[in-house]
């Protein structure tokens, strides 16, 4: 795919939503990154339903090692994995209390080194909230990105490379969550969308589903 289509993906994708951001719901950096933390092999949706009941009750590195790890588990078993998840949480509120104030650092390293953060956690934070132009790649954005031929590889941090190559400046900040909500709504993984999808003329898929106006 040349630089020319991977512009014209980009700008329509920023046409049909301007100000993209994630779906999780938070309220500080902290906040954010639990919730991230709790999403791996989850849905935003799960996560959300959880977050809102931890909260309110617990919203800081503090407050929620005071909980302990068990009332924790209590707060978030309907997420998957949620046993480990509080004991990463309860670790990570540790460290940043420890290490880092109580704050969350902006930086990558010291992200990778809390427990339950790798990689495509610590993209997440540094993009949403402190608005790095870093790229995430999970499962939506690795299958956007090899279906449409915008930047394949074999895995995600091959990806990950590519896109943070190819992606212009000015669409850097955004290109995460245009890619993130493309494959979680439009480009998905079994039925994708293509008859309603705004990049379907640019897609180099070779498995498209014609657009209705084509067939008509």
Known sequence: MN???RRQIYERLRAAN?????E???GSPFELLV??????????VSVNKATA???PVANTPETILALGEETLRGYIK????YQTKAKNVIGLC?????LHGSQVPH?????????????KTANVVLNTAFGEPTIAVDTHIFRVANRTGLAPGKDVRVVEDKLVKVTEAEFAQDAHHWLILHGRYVCKARSPECPRCAIYDLCEYRSKTAPVAAVL
């Open 53 to 55: 009941r931890l909260y």
């Open 3 to 5: 630089a020319a289509k």
């Open 94 to 98: 540790k460290m940043l209390i420890a």
């Open 24 to 26: 999780l719901r938070f």
């Open 35 to 44: 919730a991230v933390v709790l999403s791996a092999q989850a849905t935003d």
């Open 107 to 119: 930086d990558r390293a010291a992200l990778e080194a809390l427990p339950g953060v790798g990689r």
């Open 18 to 22: 301007p100000a993209p951001t994630t």
């Open 78 to 81: 309907t997420i998957g994995l």
